[in-house]
């Protein structure tokens, strides 16, 4: 075996599997939010991210055709990009929230979840329509700024682009952000009361359908600014590329404990660096026998496994919830 | 009395219908409904069992004789609602909920599939494979156990686990057996990897009959065993235990049910009726490739069941036929038509449709309607269309 | 609203039968005499949907561009496009329909071998012909069905096409292989590594993945091995994302690819990543010849994009389907087994070479081209120079 190959890669693997992590944490943390309002898993949520993606794509592209993208100064292109995602991914969960799920929120559990797949699918087909008439394509490519794409050498076989910071940076920042709001703001404080119990909190005069609005609109916000990142980092985007990275998410959320906030942040991480590992290191580590086509059997079964010793994820509470 | 003459009547009338205009999907659904008709009419259960028996032992096969796609979907349905049924002892009854269900039915496909094809000869050498044709009927068995044990190979690690982390296993589950499938042409060649497994060995049919009916009947067969099943289960102890548990865990705990064992019952039980019908679906396709299992299938079959009623027998059967034909032949039926008129050229409101720019091309929006579909149905009939009746009254006691 | 569910089913029954009765026969008053139908069958929807598209569009350029010749005799020609879902139960569903509408006498589908293989054995029952533009997979054609054609090549020819340009041109001493797990990619991924390894090539990884968007894992250990040549099988919308990441983590080997990457999309994402690769491709590029280019235009044109990878085949499938029924309409009804058999004895210098279906329903001789990316501007993607061409007849059944 060639330990001075394994070894060597060993860092930039770390790393590939940092940066995946805090992509996924990134989505995860929309899915975590609603959940842990409303015990509900919001499948819709890839699509919701996607179309902030979408956004993105459309104002850079737009940017570009009007010759300024690469006169404005990159970090305020992006944060206006990210602002634009935000917004309009937020009212999208708004809505969906408010025609296909308030109707149903007394019913089984199982009844919004079907919906969400209904409105997923929908909402799949509708961006690939209104893409096909306006833009008459199905894949879209994110405009390259040669800012972002400007790679720091570490090592002679280890560098880092600044774009992947910036990944790091904004789950950072939106970690912090939610942090804040739950646990500091009265905004949070109702959060927590709707969390705790829909029919007490409405008692003490917080209007349970606002709380339930503004959890999904900051929920699709961190979905749209986990879009506009996704687009910027991988580069491409289709109608369809929401659903895989939003599973992935949604795992991460679950195995860091679902609705626990820094549960998700450690879960996206987990995840990321087991399959950055497991792409990397399986196809050496068995002379290819097995390669990088199972990192989703080995992440899924460390998954089975961590929730066998920990049935409610990482960082979830021990104590027997709700279900 | 009014109901059993307008049920004779419409099944008279619509298998006339059929008969008379063979390529008219909505006629075929007009069938379809008479068939709903006559099981919900308030007529003598004699007659009932009649009348169906008549239309799906009799009436279904010659229509299908002389239009094998109305066979292939009517074959389809019975394989759907056998899983449907499968999942809804998962999910209906005892409350677990399964988002890899697929997975079984992949086994099952599979089990058949290697040594009923040259398959087996890679793995064990020789030439001894493929498995004469007789082996097929024993094989429904082995599928049925194989799957049944992929059940309780799944239940034990996750018996401690509850509502979405229990989802987010069996979705795991249901990936790692996809993805097994799709991997494993290296380092041994079991499952031939994306390229699929063919030919893969059909039964022997007796009387000459064309495979289309023979499996027709064989899933007509099996449903109804599976029907049966579901019925006694569904009153038997180990039914009630299910739905205790899913009521109240701790409950039913301390009234002394055992929940290890009874969790356990239940994915394997879900899991066999689907490793049945993955035997037939090999055979019926001749091909198998790990495309069949994705998780959007498992995906599909949960829709069938909520969309039907939780836990309900007939609201699982009739979840999977709406799903079913929903998708084979009212929206491909739908937009069909559409692309007639475009081709014929016809005028709604002074626009011509043959302009039409390709990006509205009908054929390409039918998931979308379906989701839109699955949202109505969703909001306005949350119970599903045949809840179990005591579901319904706690959701009307609940709004 | 009606809450009994005996009076709910009457009452959509009642709908059902008023609406269902006077269409059905006006379906019928309609009658079918007189029309002509060429049916295709790819993913319309879902993730594939791109080139399933593209197959529905190319094969609907040729039928309204062909279609003259028939309508002359007096016949109506339509094409009828099939959603298949990427997905075999609904694709033999989709077939069992097909073949049940006796004015279609040709299918041109599907995308995914796996969906083409089980809905062949049902076109099979009634012998209607169906030409394939896209399923590269051995066993399509092995089986030996008269009604089975297909325009696209074979994995183990295109493989070792590559292989050989792989050797014998660029010059390797060492490659990596890279695939997508699915039938055409691993296929074509296979017969390369084999055909390599035979040539003395050193194949330092043999490698699938699923993944769509991030790389990174997989591209690490390459850099760290960095072989002379990479091959992705697979289809561009995933290839390009990964050498526009291997060229930015600064792998410097050398870009080689099969036919799914003859889209100007390769450019379009991947940009200077790209510039100098090599594919192999049966179609040739617009700029050498003269029908590619009236095709690549025409199909601009109309649709207003350039066409995906497959949408010559398909095009050039339709018309091979048209010239046949043309020939098999000598004198008032045509059977689909007429069609079937006159698919067989066509010749048709099309886009993609001079077709000419073997006794399997395999091109006689396949044409390859390898070709090289010019410029990262997606516009002239037809630019592409040809670097060499080579003629390999598919290999006898064993």
């Known amino acids: 075996m060639d330990y001075p190959l394994l070894l060597g890669i060993f860092p930039q693997v770390l790393l590939d599997g940092i940066i995946l992590g805090f992509m996924y944490a990134l989505i995860a943390l929309g899915y975590t939010m609603v959940y842990g309002v409303l015990e509900f898993i919001n499948f819709a949520h890839s699509e919701i991210f996607i179309v902030g993606a979408f956004v993105g794509v459309e104002i850079l592209l737009s940017l570009r055709s009007a010759g300024v993208l690469d006169t404005l100064p990159w970090p305020l292109v992006l944060l206006f990009v990210l602002v634009a995602g935000m917004a309009i991914s937020g009212a999208l969960a708004v809505t969906v929230e408010r025609i296909a799920y308030r109707p149903l929120r007394t019913a089984p559990r199982l009844i919004p979840l079907i919906s969400a797949i209904g409105v997923s699918f929908f909402l799949q087909d509708l961006i690939r329509l209104v893409e096909s008439i306006w833009r008459n394509a199905f894949n879209l490519v994110y405009p390259t700024m040669d800012q972002l794409n400007y790679r720091f050498e570490l090592t002679e076989t280890i560098d880092v682009p600044v774009k992947s910071l910036v990944v790091i940076a904004a789950a950072l920042a939106m970690l912090w952000v939610l942090h804040v709001i739950v646990n500091r703001t009265t905004i949070g404080t109702a959060i927590r009361a709707v969390a705790e119990d829909q029919a007490a909190a409405s008692l003490m005069g917080i209007d349970v359908n606002r709380i339930i609005s503004l959890t999904f609109l900051i929920g699709g916000a961190m979905g749209g600014a986990a879009g506009v990142l996704f687009g910027v980092q991988y580069g491409l985007i289709n109608p369809y590329s929401g659903f895989i990275p939003g599973l992935k998410a949604f795992t991460a959320a679950v195995l860091g404990g679902i609705g626990n906030i820094p549960g998700a942040m450690l879960g996206g991480l987990v995840l990321g660096l087991l399959e950055a590992f497991a792409a990397s290191y399986l196809s050496l580590l068995t002379a290819g026998a097995f390669g990088a086509e199972y990192k989703d059997i080995f992440a899924f079964s460390i998954l089975i496994l961590i929730l066998i010793f920990r049935p409610k994820g990482l960082l979830g509470e021990v104590v027997r919830g709700r279900a | 009395m009014t109901h059993a003459v307008l049920a004779v009547g419409l099944i008279g009338v619509s298998a006339w219908a059929v008969a008379v205009f063979p390529r008219s999907v909505l006629v075929f659904l007009l069938f379809q409904g008479s068939l709903l008709f006559a099981y919900v009419a308030r007529i003598p259960s004699w007659l009932r069992v009649t009348l169906l028996g008549l239309a799906l032992l009799v009436l279904m096969p010659t229509i299908g004789f002389f239009n094998g796609y109305y066979l292939e979907v009517a074959t389809q349905v019975g394989i759907f609602v056998a899983l449907a049924l499968g999942l809804n002892i998962v999910v209906g009854l005892a409350g677990l909920l399964d988002l890899g269900y697929v997975a079984f039915f992949a086994v099952g496909a599979y089990s058949w599939a290697i040594p009923g094809s040259p398959q087996a000869n890679l793995i064990f050498g020789g030439n001894a494979f493929p498995l004469s044709a007789w082996w097929f009927y024993a094989f429904l068995f082995v599928g049925l156990m194989v799957a049944a044990g992929a059940g309780i190979l799944l239940g034990l690690p996750v018996l401690r686990l509850h509502g979405d982390y229990l989802a987010i296993v069996t979705l795991g589950f249901g990936e790692v057996i996809r993805v097994l499938a799709n991997n494993l042409d290296k380092p041994i060649n079991l499952t031939n990897g994306p390229k699929g497994i063919t030919p893969i060995g059909r039964p022997p049919v007796p009387f000459g009959m064309p495979y289309s009916e023979a499996f027709y009947f064989l899933v007509l067969l099996i449903v109804a065993v599976v029907i049966l099943v579901n019925r006694r289960l569904e009153n038997s102890h180990i039914g009630r235990a299910w739905e205790a548990i899913r009521e109240d865990e701790l409950a039913a705990q301390a009234m002394g049910v055992p929940l290890v064992r009874s969790k356990l019952l239940a994915f394997a039980c879900g899991a066999s009726f689907a490793g049945v019908m993955g035997v037939v679906f090999s055979a019926k396709q001749i091909f198998i490739n790990p495309e069949s299992f994705t998780f959007l299938e498992s995906i599909g079959v949960l829709a069938m069941v909520i969309l039907g009623g939780m836990g309900s027998i007939p609201g699982a059967v009739l979840g999977a036929t709406v799903v079913t034909v929903l998708n084979l032949q009212v929206l491909k039926g739908l937009s069909l038509w559409l692309n007639e008129l475009k081709n014929a050229g016809v005028t709604v409101l002074g626009y011509n449709l043959a302009d039409l720019p390709t990006q509205l091309e009908p054929a390409k929006y039918e998931r979308m309607i379906f989701g839109v579909i699955l949202i109505l149905m969703m909001i306005f009939r949350p119970q599903g269309i045949f809840p179990v009746r005591r579901r319904a009254r706690e959701l009307a006691k609940q709004v | ?398």
């Open chain 3, 1 to 398: 609203m009606i809450r009994n569910p005996v009076h709910l089913t009457l009452a959509l029954l009642a709908v059902l039968g008023l609406v269902a009765l006077p269409a059905a026969s006006n379906l019928e008053a309609q009658g079918s005499k007189g029309t002509i139908k060429i049916a295709t069958q790819s993913p319309l929807s879902g993730g594939q949907a791109a080139l399933g598209e593209g197959i529905k569009l190319g094969a609907q350029l040729a039928v309204e561009k062909f279609k003259g010749n028939l309508e002359k005799m007096g016949y109506k020609v339509a094409l009828v496009p099939y959603d298949d879902q990427a997905k075999p139960d609904v694709g033999v569903a989709n077939a069992k329909n097909i073949i049940a509408d006796k004015d279609i006498l040709a299918v041109i589908g599907h995308l995914n071998s796996g969906v083409a293989i089980p809905s062949s054995e049902v076109y099979k029952e009634v012998s209607l012909v169906m030409i394939s533009p896209a399923n590269t997979n051995p066993v399509v054609t092995d089986r030996g069905y008269l009604n089975v054609n297909r325009v696209c090549g074979r994995d183990d020819v295109q493989g070792v096409v590559g292989s050989e340009f792989a050797h014998a041109t660029m010059k390797a001493k060492s490659v990596y292989v890279i695939h997508d797990k699915t039938q055409y990619g691993q296929g074509v991924a296979e017969f390369f590594k084999t055909d390599a390894e035979k040539k003395g090539i050193k194949v330092l990884g043999f490698e699938g993945t699923e993944e769509k968007s991030n790389f990174d894992p997989i591209i690490t250990p390459i850099k760290a091995k960095n072989p002379d040549v990479i091959y992705f099988g697979g289809i561009y919308d995933q290839a390009a994302p990964f050498f526009k990441q291997a060229r930015e983590k600064g792998v410097r080997s050398k870009f080689l690819g099969p036919d799914g990457m003859d889209s100007s999309d390769l450019t379009k994402i991947a940009g200077k990543a790209v510039v100098g690769m090599d594919y192999t491709s049966a179609a040739g590029p617009a700029s050498v010849l003269p029908k590619a280019k009236a095709f690549v235009e025409e199909f601009k044109k109309k649709f207003g994009k350039n066409p995906e990878p497959y949408a010559a085949e398909a095009y050039d499938a339709a018309t091979v389907a048209l010239k046949a029924v043309d020939a098999a309409v000598k004198g008032g009804k045509v059977s689909r087994e007429d069609v079937a058999t006159a698919v067989r004895k066509t010749k048709h210098s099309g886009i993609t070479g001079d077709i000419e279906f073997d006794s399997k329903g395999d091109r006689k001789k396949a044409l390859y081209f390898v070709l090289q990316v010019v410029s990262d501007d997606p516009a002239k993607w037809g630019d592409n120079k040809i670097v060499k061409q080579l003629t390999i007849s598919p290999p006898e059944k064993k």
